[in-house]
């Protein structure tokens, strides 16, 4: 069985569906493939359910990315204001957390029904689920052999998506794609993703696992042109393997293997400067003294594991021993391991090297009519709406260009 499209889309997620609405909205004879029973997985789980469909703060220094002025283009053609707009137009009530994120005020389906919505207004053929066994060059374009029949198309669409949770469906499919083109890639890694530490040498914080605080985090290098490096302050959560919460999963975007993280848990407070000062009129033991500004779980756990007795007295601490004290909660200096991997990773770094595509179209300069968007390229936002928002941007980039 042969069929013929003005445009197939390979992955029916965020970008893809974005891409496939908008090139059918256009006129365009337009199928959307997907190789999933279930439509939309990660954007059903993403946010609590809620999704976290943007951030009315994104723009392109909210990316990281091997060519970094890439994402430009598309995020300017397309911003936040352009997807509120079509919220709004959906009915879908929506509010505001902290630092710009944009939830829905009921369930992430209602972004899957309006984003299906947009589909059907364009007529965008389903074939779902399918499965792309092959993507040929021909003559006049591309020929997909799927399990329903062959599919012939000057434009195809590569949505697929990242390696970031395996169990809801994802593939390597777009990287296979892209080095059968002879694309070059960008090494991919799990980014938003919890760290782990040797467990010899988290073996004194395990038990305090559960405990949650706002930190300042950094990594790398953050001076200089060739700054690599970031610092965030968001909340920390202590795990039983490691440390994970928003402000890790903002830094294991910029952490690379065998460095050291920085983490201050009391980001407004020079501590070995306020127990030296309160050393003379401070009568109370160590560990009552830090339970002031931590939970008192990590202040004890936090001495004993620096080789500090919770209960000596202040007044008798050396002030060069309280200065280590400070340095150990003000500057803790701690190397991963490694991360919880592409299972509990919420996107993908790397992936096609974005120096092989067209910003304005996202078409492979070597691959006439063949296109790659979202999670597939390498182009990785924070945490907090902005993967969404490059899901869409590129998605609307290449839907217009098709």
């Known amino acids: 069985m042969m069929a013929k499209f003005d445009v197939a889309v390979i992955g029916a997620g965020a970008a893809g569906m974005m891409c496939a609405a908008t090139a059918a909205q256009r006129g365009l004879?337009?199928?959307?493939?997907?190789?999933?029973?279930?439509?939309?997985?990660?954007?059903?789980?993403?946010?609590?359910?809620?999704?976290?469909?943007?951030?009315?703060?994104?723009?392109?220094?909210?990316?990281?990315?091997?060519n970094p002025h890439f994402c430009k283009s598309a995020l300017s053609r397309y911003t936040p204001q352009d997807f509120l707009a079509l919220v709004k137009k959906h009915r879908i009530g929506y509010h505001e957390k902290h630092k710009g994120q944009l939830f829905c005020d009921d369930s992430a389906e209602q972004i899957i029904d309006m984003l299906k919505a947009e589909c059907a207004a364009g007529s965008v053929h389903w074939r779902m689920p399918c499965k792309v066994e092959s993507v040929e060059q021909g003559v006049d374009g591309y020929m997909l052999q799927t399990d329903s029949g062959t599919i012939e198309t000057p434009a195809v669409?590569?949505?697929?998506?990242?390696?970031?949770?395996?169990?809801?469906?994802?593939?390597?499919?777009?990287?296979?794609?892209?080095?059968?083109?002879?694309?070059?890639?960008?090494?991919?890694?799990?980014?938003?993703?919890?760290?782990?530490?040797?467990?010899?040498?988290?073996?004194?914080?395990?038990?305090?696992?559960?405990?949650?605080?706002?930190?300042?985090?950094?990594?790398?290098?953050?001076?200089?042109?060739?700054?690599?490096?970031?610092?965030?302050?968001?909340?920390?959560?202590?795990?039983?393997?490691?440390?994970?919460?928003?402000?890790?999963?903002?830094?294991?975007?910029?952490?690379?293997?065998?460095?050291?993280?920085?983490?201050?848990?009391?980001?407004?407070?020079?501590?070995?400067?306020?127990?030296?000062?309160?050393?003379?009129?401070?009568?109370?033991?160590?560990?009552?003294?830090?339970?002031?500004?931590?939970?008192?779980?990590?202040?004890?756990?936090?001495?004993?594991?620096?080789?500090?007795?919770?209960?000596?007295?202040?007044?008798?601490?050396?002030?060069?021993?309280?200065?280590?004290?400070?340095?150990?909660?003000?500057?803790?200096?701690?190397?991963?391991?490694g991360s919880e991997g592409y299972k509990k990773a919420e996107v993908t770094r790397g992936g096609i090297d974005t120096r092989e595509l067209s910003q304005q179209t996202m078409m492979a300069t070597k691959a006439p009519g063949l296109y790659f968007i979202g999670e597939t390229v390498d182009v990785t936002g924070w945490l907090g709406g902005y993967n969404f928002q490059w899901a869409w941007a590129s998605g609307v980039a290449a839907g217009l260009a098709v």
């Open 157 to 337: 669409v590569i949505a697929t998506g990242g390696l970031s949770i395996p169990k809801i469906g994802a593939t390597d499919f777009g990287y296979r794609i892209a080095r059968q083109f002879d694309l070059r890639m960008v090494e991919p890694r799990p980014a938003l993703v919890p760290l782990t530490f040797d467990p010899q040498q988290w073996a004194p914080f395990v038990e305090l696992a559960g405990i949650a605080l706002e930190v300042d985090v950094e990594t790398g290098s953050l001076k200089g042109r060739n700054a690599t490096g970031a610092r965030f302050r968001e909340d920390l959560l202590f795990t039983h393997r490691g440390l994970s919460g928003p402000a890790i999963l903002q830094i294991s975007s910029y952490w690379q293997p065998g460095t050291p993280i920085v983490l201050n848990l009391l980001p407004e407070l020079d501590l070995a400067a306020a127990l030296i000062e309160g050393k003379g009129t401070i009568k109370k033991q160590l560990g009552n003294v830090l339970a002031q500004w931590l939970p008192a779980r990590l202040a004890e756990g936090l001495l004993l594991a620096h080789g500090f007795q919770p209960d000596a007295r202040l007044a008798d601490m050396p002030d060069a021993q309280l200065r280590k004290l400070g340095a150990a909660v003000n500057q803790w200096t701690i190397t991963p391991n």
């Open 29 to 66: 004879r337009v199928v959307l493939i997907d190789h999933a029973a279930k439509l939309a997985e990660k954007i059903r789980i993403s946010g609590g359910g809620r999704c976290n469909f943007t951030n009315i703060n994104a723009g392109p220094a909210n990316f990281l990315s091997e």
